[in-house]
């Protein structure tokens, strides 16, 4: 297990069609092309061995560390040595230019520069397709070498000579100060190679990125104080798992990255969630993103036109055409031998009602930008109401997809609140058809159902489901989707509980006791940011403010962070960089602003300061 690399070794390159994953010792261990959700060429992430890598560092002894060039997603890797400084520079192109639904050049390119003395390098190329299920042959050709396999075809060129051996290459070769070469990996297209044209895509590159960007003059930004620069590279981790072709945004780049190393808790992140659709777009927006959440809430928009609400699946693939089935590749020992190694995810199949409440809280939100709620909109709007009116009282699988059984979730009855809320403000402030008292009826009933059965009397607290003493981290939503006011003594209640009972002296949230799989997992992320939230906006700004310095301390080096934290360890756990952990700690410096200044920070307000 020596061999796998803590996950905060690594840093995300990508095109807005899919990533890479770029080590700090200068391994790309995983990728899959052409889109995030192909099949992996890459993938010594999760097999040392067997899953194929593509490597560039010094032949010897060296120290490392990375950086991303200021306000890009362009990664530098810099190699100390005995005998010389090497810096290895990753990026996928885009060009700000560009304006259609796919970068003008398919590519992964790789700058090697000496900068001081000089630098003995080895590269190994080791692609395996499929995940590496399929044989690969690695051929010589003019300039560098081709790998085919699993029909498919990429080529690798090269400023040294490489050695092709049946399904590799490699090539050692010496560097010095003021030397450079440029590996360029093609898939699909010819890519440019010539050293001037690979530099204009490097400039067209770092212009795309840092015109995109947040800026802001620091004194009059929301976020000035406020780990200014972990929110900016969430923000550009954010974009890097945005589809360019549908606004739709993946979980995470990645698939089977343990929550518990050596366990079973290995999933598939690699589609869009419906339920994730209002934490991105209050995060887009907060960060004067305005255009990004609108695309992402319009994919969203198109959904419920055109899918009847009973058929509706908690996740999408970012084209909306991808194979859900959840398969496990046992020729792949895992992540630190952490197996098994899935693809696909069976949460699809899953019954979700919290989804539908996210769904509406998240076209709710589109009301506060330019883009109306057109009437088509709103017949798709009233449908998913008919159908949480109905379906609210079954049970099922829960925000955390639990596959012990479907039970009576408050979390998912709260967001049955929600749906039929946000609904009747947008009927009641854009005088839209709708039976409001109907609605209005239904909307108390749930209610009253949650109060009466979720919650625990004799510990003032509400609980995980119906009839439950679990607690759950989720609950800490129940005062920031509007369901309760903070000031209900059930609310502070159920919030200290959960400080008590799910969360460490330092502020990590669990989300939950048990979920019926063998160990435990490592704390929450996103739990623990939804407790920053409501710390703030109960009045306790300091704890708040001290729990979101902590997690922001939890980041790798590059500032991007895991599903999860082994709170003994510090590790990152989980599927990595993870969407939603980003999305908590963007949205929860500017709950810490509001409840520091006194101001009101409302969804679709720009803030590019």
Known sequence: MSQYKPLADYGLIGNLETCALVGRDGAIDWCCLPRLNSSSVFAAVLDADRGGRFVVQPAGEFEAEQQYMERTNVLQTTFHTDTGTATVTDFMPLSAGNDGNQPKVRGLYREVACTDGSVDLEVAFEPRFDYARSETEVESIDDGVVATGEARRIALSSPVDLDADGDSASASYALDAHDSGWFVLEYGTRAPREPEACERLLDDTVEFWRGWTHACDGEDCPFAGYNHDAVVRSELALKLLTYQGTSGITAAPTTSLPEVVGGVRNWDYRYNWIRDGAFTVRAFANLGDIQEAVDYLDDFLRLSREVDPSEMQPLYGLQHDSTYEETELDHLEGYRES????????????????????????????????????????????????????????????????????????????????????????????????????????????????????????????????DDGQLDGSLLLLPLSGFLDFDDPRIQGTVESIREELTTDEGLVYRYEDDDLPGQEGTFVLCSFWLVDCLALLGEVDRAREIYDTLCGYTSPLGLVSEEIDPDSGELLGNYPQAFSHIGLVNSALYLHEAETGGAVEPFQTQSG
């Open 339 to 466: 197996s098994p190694v899935r693809i696909g995810n069976g949460a699809a199949d899953q019954l979700q009602l919290g989804m539908y409440g996210e769904l509406v809280l998240a076209i709710h939100q589109l009301s506060w930008s330019d883009r109306e709620i057109a009437g088509d909109d709103w017949t798709a709007i009233r449908e998913i109401v008919e159908f949480v009116r109905e379906a609210w009282e079954r049970p099922d699988a829960g925000i955390w997809e639990m596959r012990s059984g479907p039970k009576q979730f408050v979390h998912s009855k709260a967001m049955c609140w929600v749906a039929i809320d946000r609904a009747i403000e947008m009927a009641e402030e854009h005088g839209f058809d709708a039976p409001l008292d109907d609605w209005r009826a239904d909307r108390e009933a749930i209610k009253e159902s949650v109060i009466e059965r979720g919650f625990d009397e004799e510990r003032n607290t509400f609980t995980q489901a119906f």
